[in-house]
Every structure is written in C-alpha cells, then in structure tokens.
C-alpha cells in the first residue's frame, strides 16, 4: 500500500496569512494526488485533483503543486471559512489512502 | 447534479452484520467512468478506504487487505445503488462510514454520502 505522510497536524494561522500543507507518499503517485477540506460532521469536500486541478467551484486562493512524491496544497490569503481539517489522498492506485489530516485554526 | 443517500442502521451488535446502502442519483452504478466506494472515518483510523465496485463491460471489486475477509459490496442496477455489507463486526469497526464516487482517469472522490456514523456495542 502507499503510505501518506502530512504535515503539520495541525496550525494555527491569521485571517490573509498564507498557509502551506505538504504530503509526501512513499512512492510515485505521479500527479494522482488530491486534496480535500473537511468541516466537523461533514463528508470531505474536493479541492484539488491531478495535484493542481482546482475543483469547479472552489475558491481561487487554493492551489496545490507537486509531482512524484512530494506535494503541497496552498491557501493564499487565509479567510475564517478556511478553518476545517485538510487531507491528501492518492488515486495513483487501489488501496485508496489518504494522509493523516491537518487541522487549520484560524 | 450526482447525490447519494445513505441508510441503514446506527447501532450493530457485535458479531453481527453491518448493512449499509448508498442510493444514486444523477449518475448509474453502471457508469463505464465511475467507480462506487465506502469509506470510513475514526479517530484511531483516520479516513480508511473499504473498498470498491465499477463496471467496465463487467463487474469488478477489490477491498483493503484489513478487511477483505469480511466485507462485500453489491451493485444494484435496478434500484441503481450500492451496498455495503461488513461482518462479524467489533468494536473497531465503530466510525462513520461514507460511500462516494470515484471519478475519471484520475480517480478523485468528488462526490460523498453525508455518512452513517455506526456503533458497535
């Protein structure tokens, strides 16, 4: 299986700070690498696939970069809806996994 | 617009059967580009990947290594739906369990159920 490392675990950060997530998978994933927010008590919400891939309706202050096996997901101008749990995920291949999470306090 | 609705029951006793249902709509269980998974979510395990069903010309599955021996999910063509069925279940089996669509070549999950959290107790 390809195992997920994230981090931090989590950060705390201020309203229009830029905020950096990492990923690292312990092998090639190529670009199958997305991101997704989660809200307590929600499902995870999709915010970036093939690693850079901004989901249709997701704000623009997301970004994600990275190939291979190292991968970070971006947010620009930090704003309080931000606040949530973020993971990585990789689709290079089954099993599915996903990282750990990292906990965004604004 | 694809949603998927989940049911079934929040409370399962130990040894028994864990039987959940994700109703599609917006989409077919028989999409040549979709692939229909369950995931789970606990605080000891974090998002965990159960398995999948698709179909291209014919039925697949696969399933994760930790629960291959007790798990099966189950296209419903006709009631265009996917079910989820765990056995033997323990205390460890107890999280949130959601279905969702895996999408395209590159296979992200761009829709979920809201989940079924499940206890077993």
């Known amino acids: 299986d390809i195992q997920m490392t994230q981090f931090p675990s989590s950060l705390s950060a201020s309203v229009g700070d830029r905020v950096t997530i990492t990923c690292r998978t312990s092998?090639?994933?190529?670009?199958?690498l997305n991101w997704y927010q989660q809200k307590p008590g929600k499902a995870p919400n999709l915010l970036i696939y093939?690693?850079?891939m901004l989901q249709t309706g997701v704000p623009s202050r997301f970004s994600g970069s990275g190939s291979g096996t190292d991968f970070t997901l971006t947010i620009n101008s930090l704003q309080p809806e931000d606040s949530g749990t973020y993971y990585c995920?990789?689709?290079?291949?089954?099993?599915?996994?996903f990282g750990q999470g990292t906990k965004v306090d604004i | 617009q694809v949603q998927l609705q989940q049911s079934g029951p929040g409370l399962v006793e130990p040894s028994q059967t864990l039987s959940l249902t994700c109703a599609i709509s917006?989409?077919?269980?028989?999409?040549?580009?979709?692939?229909w998974n369950w995931i789970r979510q606990s605080p000891s395990r974090g998002l965990e990947w159960l398995g999948w069903?698709?179909?291209?010309?014919?039925?697949?599955?696969d399933y994760a290594q930790s629960v291959r021996s007790r798990i099966t999910i189950t296209p419903d063509t006709a009631k265009n739906q996917v079910s989820l069925q765990l056995e033997s279940v323990t205390p460890e089996d107890t999280a949130v369990y959601f279905c969702?669509?895996?999408?395209?070549?590159?296979?992200?999950?761009?829709?979920w159920g809201p989940g079924n959290p499940v206890t077993v107790s």
């Open positions: 969702a669509r895996d999408w395209g070549d590159w296979g992200y999950f761009d829709y």
């Open positions: 917006g989409d077919s269980v028989s999409s040549n580009s979709a692939a």
């Open positions: 069903t698709y179909y291209r010309s014919t039925w697949y599955n």
């Open positions: 092998q090639s994933v190529s670009r199958n």
């Open positions: 093939a690693a850079s």
């Open positions: 995920q990789q689709s290079f291949g089954a099993p599915r996994t």
